[in-house]
């Protein structure tokens, strides 16, 4: 099922969180506490763990079907092959914009580059996350600028509850005195805290974006190691797999070896 506890979705927070990563970082003064969204999709390597987001979003919403081995002990199915599933109806959502190059973005870990993130800052923008829109640009590798947009964060709020439902997801999981573990809302919000926190902890430019990001604006935070929902192991070890994946990726590591496996087995 769908797992949006915040309302966003894993590639809206995970873009969300490295623009304002980007803006604690910058030196530049109009960047500083604001979200920058600079090329991430096919200007960063960043941009392979963006493309599985996107696909982990699609999979938790039945949009496509991964296929994946597994060994007999671990938590990631591998994947080597997806496709838009039978019957899959258009979701009237931007991840729509997607669902026709689902095969090249699985093949590549990449987002179109006619379309790439355009669609999920719009999505931020038009339901009031993101405000007060000003253009700005940065140096370009070699020489040259490149345009980057700036924006300001009109919902803190929303780090707030995703600091309660990433302490909520770790009381779930530790707390023994938490009368119904298995409570459909908080499950959901525990592996949407999980997902996110594993694709910072995978990203190549910003790794613990998350956490970095949670203790500048809603100190004190901590990080700490979370687990899938019981009734959620088998889709997160799907997840898992795509994200390993565009790390692999991102890190130019092997690939081929997913493909091969059960074309010999």
């Known amino acids: ?10 590639c809206e927070a995970y873009l ?10 910058s030196r530049t003064p109009d960047w500083q506490g604001s979200v920058v969204g600079e090329p991430v999709a096919r200007g960063s390597r960043d941009g392979h763990l963006l493309a599985a987001a996107v696909l982990v979003d699609l999979y938790m919403r039945d949009m496509i079907e991964v296929f994946h081995w597994t060994l007999s002990e671990g938590n990631v199915a591998v994947a ?30 990449l987002l179109p580059g ?13 339901r009031g996350i993101l405000d007060h829109h000003r253009p700005s640009w940065q140096r370009a590798f070699g020489c040259g600028y490149t345009h980057v947009d700036v924006w ?21 999981l530790y707390d ?19 997902l996110l926190q ?45 994200i390993d994946r565009g790390f692999r990726m991102a890190s130019n590591s092997d690939t081929q070896l997913a493909q091969e496996v059960p074309e010999f087995n």
């Open 16 to 25: 969300l969180l490295r623009g304002l990563l980007r803006g604690l970082e």
């Open 1 to 10: 099922r769908k797992v949006v506890p915040l309302g966003v979705t894993l």
């Open 114 to 126: 006619e379309i790439a993130e355009a669609p999920i800052w719009a999505s931020l923008e038009e």
């Open 152 to 172: 300001d964060l009109a919902r803190p709020d929303l780090l707030l509850d995703l600091k309660d439902g990433y302490l909520n997801s770790a009381r779930i």
């Open 80 to 109: 080597y092959r997806v496709h838009k599933r039978k019957g899959a109806v258009e979701l009237h959502h931007f991840l729509d914009d997607y669902m026709h190059h689902v095969e090249e973005i699985f093949r590549d870990m």
């Open 176 to 194: 023994k005195s938490v009368e119904n573990p298995l409570e459909e809302s908080a499950n959901d919000m525990l592996m949407f805290c999980h």
């Open 198 to 242: 594993n694709c910072f902890d995978m990203s190549v430019e910003a790794i613990d974006g998350m956490a970095r990001v949670m203790q500048h604006f809603c100190p004190p935070f901590q990080k700490g190691e979370l687990f899938p929902p019981l009734t959620m192991v088998h889709s997160s070890a799907v997840c898992h797999g795509l």
